[in-house]
């Protein structure tokens, strides 16, 4: 898996503004400001635990657009946060995990998949060679099917895409924190039942740091591309959104080589694209011939006690010369979230281009950008989205983005070289 560093400033508990990429799975470093997470099973004092809950929530309160833009949510989330305070207050001792479930459960309430609260370090299983070409049924005796039903009840996701939620259930099932958030017993480690070809077998694995595991097949560079002159087809792979000197120069030198070979066909491949920095976006459509766009059909932005809406509008795009003149189609999947998730509906929303693959795993229409704080007493970090998104093409802003062109995410280059030889047929 491919590390992921957060640099963060110090300010009384720790705050910072982070990109919107999925801070769940990513292995990390610890981010400079902030402590070490306790350990799950580590006991609190009701007084400790209600000091953090309060913080969260004030957290939550003061920066989520949600308690001022009339959506009820304010109501919801008021309602669990008072039940879960009353339940916390009633016991002398509370864990880590007790207090970080309750404050996942109201979370939850949000709909929000940027409004979350994950320790800042974790361990991981430590060989995933088995479960990568296989499929986990249970863990510790405990079938997937029930551990999965739990983890949607209080994992946060939004609600009209909620597959997301099952897609990130077989990433958090190597964590140990989330697995002793689930219930399972990872003091010895655990043992994961896996069917592998028609065949069960059970594997015992013991919990190390990141760069320890053994089989992780997910690191994947920033960017990448492939240019097929024969068949007219040129892929750019963006696995994460970061403006960089790399990023900047694959996409100069693949568009040299897509204009010098006169290639006809260009995706930009957001598969396994969790999100980042939206201007991504705007530095590839640099390189399309298109004169104008909308990255969004506007944006609420919570400042203090005020929500400062922000209309659509149109950007003019600073094309390179030569600028690419031909079919254009995002790739995209169930895990394609955030800025990825945005990159792909500005490509539809436009008519720049179009879609094949599944539905990403956000609305293009969603809470979204975050401020990151850490609790005083437990160390648990939460993340606050602190704008609205509202979709480019205001007419399907509350729904999804649908692809053009709908197939599991592992045949999605297939079928474009499908379509690419019908068109020249």
Wanted: net charge negative; aromatic share 10%; glycine share 8%.
């Amino acid at each position: 898996m491919r590390k992921k560093k957060i640099l963060i400033p110090v300010i009384a508990a720790a705050v910072v503004i982070v990109a919107a990429a999925v801070l769940i799975i990513r292995v990390i470093t610890k981010p400079k400001g902030f402590t070490e997470t306790l350990p799950t099973d580590s006991v609190l004092t009701a007084e400790q635990a209600l000091e953090d809950l309060d913080f969260i929530y004030r957290m939550i309160s003061e920066n989520h657009p949600c308690f001022l833009d009339n959506s009820e949510l304010d109501k919801e989330i008021d309602s669990v946060y008072e039940s879960k305070r009353s339940s916390l207050a009633e016991s002398p001792e509370i864990t880590v995990k007790t207090l970080w479930r309750s404050a996942s459960d109201m979370c939850h309430t949000l709909g929000d998949a940027h409004t979350i609260v994950v320790p800042i370090t974790d361990t991981y299983a430590e060989d995933w060679s088995k479960i990568n070409g296989g499929e986990v049924v249970s863990i510790d005796g405990v079938p997937c099917a029930d551990l999965l039903a739990d983890f949607r009840s209080f994992f946060s996701y939004e609600p009209q895409v909620d597959f997301y939620a099952d897609h990130m259930f077989g990433q958090v099932i190597l964590r140990k924190s989330f697995l002793e958030l689930l219930g399972i017993d990872t003091s010895d480690g655990a043992d994961y039942e896996i069917i592998i070809d028609g065949e069960t077998v059970t594997e015992h694995y013991d919990f190390v740091e990141g760069a320890d595991v053994k089989g992780d097949d997910s690191g994947a560079e920033l960017c990448s591309y492939t240019v097929d002159k024969e068949n007219s087809i040129g892929i750019f792979t963006l696995n994460e959104c970061v403006v960089n000197d790399e990023y900047k120069t694959a996409l100069k030198t693949f568009f040299g080589e897509v204009n010098a070979n006169n290639i006809q066909t260009v995706a930009v491949d957001l598969r396994e694209n969790g999100g980042g920095n939206s201007f991504v976006i705007n530095e590839f459509l640099r390189y399309i011939d298109v004169d104008e766009y909308t990255l969004f059909g506007g944006i609420d932005e919570r400042k203090g006690g005020k929500l400062k809406n922000r209309s659509a509008e149109r950007e003019k795009n600073k094309k390179v010369d030569n600028a690419f003149d031909g079919e254009l189609y995002a790739l995209t999947s169930n895990f394609t979230f955030s800025s990825g998730m945005n990159f792909a509906v500005a490509v539809a929303d436009n008519n720049i281009g179009k879609i094949i693959g599944e539905i990403p795993g956000n609305m293009p229409g969603h809470y979204g950008d975050k401020l990151s704080f850490q609790c005083p007493n437990s160390g648990l970090a939460v993340s606050v989205s602190y704008k609205k998104f509202h979709r480019a093409d205001s007419t399907k802003d509350g729904q999804p983005l649908i692809p053009d062109v709908i197939v599991e995410a592992e045949r999605a280059i297939e079928t474009l070289y499908q379509i690419a030889a019908k068109g020249e047929e």
